[in-house]
């Protein structure tokens, strides 16, 4: 799957060598702003169309998700942005959960 972002190929390998699998593609917006606040879940942006992985620090969430909120796919708002965002909700093989935002350009 070489040349697939994760969101595209359904599998990532995260900045600390974890092997994770997509469960649900493309959340609604709502779902994501749920994840996001979760303590217990951690969010990894996929910046260059997936192909740049960054964990998402806790000091920097509220600005993502306010990021998110306004440049998400497929929404009325995002007609006006160069930069649009995704999320996906991945797993690993122990039931850890991950939340994988893709910007999309």
């Given amino acids: 799957m070489a040349g697939l972002s994760p969101g595209s190929s ?3 390998t995260d ?3 974890r092997t994770w699998r997509v469960r649900r593609r493309r959340l609604d917006p709502r779902t994501v702003r749920s994840l996001m606040r979760r303590r217990d879940v951690p969010v990894l942006l996929g910046e260059s169309g ?3 992985l960054r964990w ?5 969430l509220s600005a993502l998700s306010e990021l998110v909120r306004r440049n998400y796919a ?3 708002a995002s007609a ?3 930069i649009v965002y995704m999320g996906y909700e ?3 093989e122990t039931g850890l959960r ?3 935002i893709e910007e999309w350009c």
């Fill in 10 to 12: 359904g599998e990532l």
């Fill in 74 to 76: 497929f929404t009325t």
């Fill in 98 to 100: 991950l939340l994988y």
């Fill in 80 to 82: 006006d942005s160069d």
């Fill in 56 to 60: 998402v620090p806790d000091g920097e």
């Fill in 15 to 17: 900045p600390d060598g």
């Fill in 50 to 52: 997936g192909f740049d």
């Fill in 90 to 92: 991945f797993g690993d």
